[in-house]
C-alpha cells in the first residue's frame, strides 16, 4: 500500500513560474527521493535526501524534509513546459531494506 | 549513466495467453530489482523485489502463480504475466539500482512495458 500522500494532485502554472509539490509520509524513513515521470515513460530520479538532511539543491530543484512533520517539498524554479510529467515522492522505511514506497503523484502542467 | 532496458515497450495479447517481459540493466549487475505496476493515473504499486538466483520475494495480494519472476542472472530478469485476462491490463515498469548502497542512492527504471489484454 502507499504510504505517500502528494498534494497538490495537480497543478497547472505559466512558464517562468515556480510549482511547489509537497509529500507526506508516515513512517519513520531512510531517505526520501523525488522522482519524475513523462506521459507513458518509465520514471527518471531527481533528488535524493537523506533522514537526516533537511535540505538539498539541484539545478532549478530544491528539496526540503522535515521527518518531525513526516513531510517534503519538492520546488522547481523558473518552470519551463517541458517541465510537464508526473512528480512522485518515494520512501524508503526503515523497517523495508532498500524498497521504494511511491506518493501518489502531482501532475505538473506547464503552459509555454 | 546506469540504464535499464525493458522490452517489449507495448503488447497486446489475448485473454488466456501469456507474455513476457524483460528487464536488462546495460551497464551494471542488477543482484536485485523490481517490478511494478500502474494503473492510469495512478502511482506505482510494488508487485515483487526480484533477487538473482533465488525466489522472488511477492507483495502481498499479488499472485505468485500468475505473475511468474526469473533472474537468472546477474542482468536480466523477467516477468511473465500468465493466462492474461483484461483486468490485467496495465502498465508494468521495473527498476534496479547500480549501487550496492541502495539505501543512499536513487533508482534507475525501464521505460515500462503497456500491457492491453483483449
Known amino acids: 500500500s502507499q504510504q505517500g500522500e502528494e498534494d497538490p494532485q495537480a497543478l497547472s502554472i505559466q512558464e517562468g513560474e515556480n510549482a511547489t509539490m509537497n509529500c507526506s509520509y508516515k513512517?519513520?524513513?531512510?531517505?526520501l527521493q523525488w522522482y519524475r515521470q513523462n506521459s507513458g515513460r518509465g520514471l527518471v530520479h531527481l533528488i535524493l535526501?537523506?533522514?537526516?538532511?533537511r535540505e538539498k539543491h539541484s539545478g532549478r530543484l530544491r528539496v526540503t524534509l522535515d521527518t518531525s512533520k513526516k513531510s517534503s517539498s519538492l520546488l522547481i524554479t523558473a518552470s519551463r513546459a517541458a517541465d510537464t510529467a508526473s512528480y512522485f515522492c518515494?520512501?524508503?522505511?526503515?523497517?523495508?531494506?532498500?524498497?521504494?514506497?511511491f506518493g501518489e503523484g502531482t501532475q505538473l502542467t506547464v503552459n509555454p | 549513466g546506469a540504464v535499464v532496458s525493458q522490452h517489449p515497450s507495448r503488447v497486446i495479447c489475448k485473454s488466456g495467453t501469456s507474455v513476457k517481459i524483460e528487464c536488462r540493466s546495460l551497464?551494471?549487475?542488477?543482484?536485485?530489482m523490481f517490478w511494478y505496476r500502474q494503473f492510469p493515473k495512478q502511482s506505482l504499486m510494488l508487485m515483487a523485489t526480484?533477487?538473482?538466483?533465488?525466489?522472488?520475494?511477492?507483495e502481498q495480494g499479488v499472485e505468485k502463480d500468475k505473475f511468474l519472476i526469473n533472474h537468472a542472472s546477474l542482468t536480466l530478469s523477467t516477468l511473465t504475466v500468465t493466462s492474461a485476462h483484461p483486468e490485467d491490463s496495465s502498465f508494468y515498469i521495473c527498476?534496479?539500482?547500480?549501487?550496492?548502497?541502495?539505501?543512499?542512492?536513487?533508482?534507475?527504471f525501464g521505460s515500462g512495458t503497456r500491457l492491453t489484454v483483449v
Open positions: 513512517t519513520s524513513i531512510n531517505n
Open positions: 518515494a520512501t524508503v522505511p526503515e523497517t523495508s531494506g532498500s524498497r521504494l514506497t
Open positions: 526480484s533477487n538473482e538466483g533465488s525466489k522472488a520475494t511477492y
Open positions: 527498476s534496479a539500482s547500480p549501487f550496492r548502497d541502495r539505501l543512499h542512492y536513487g533508482y534507475t
Open positions: 551497464d551494471f549487475q542488477a543482484t536485485t
Open positions: 535526501i537523506r533522514s537526516n538532511e
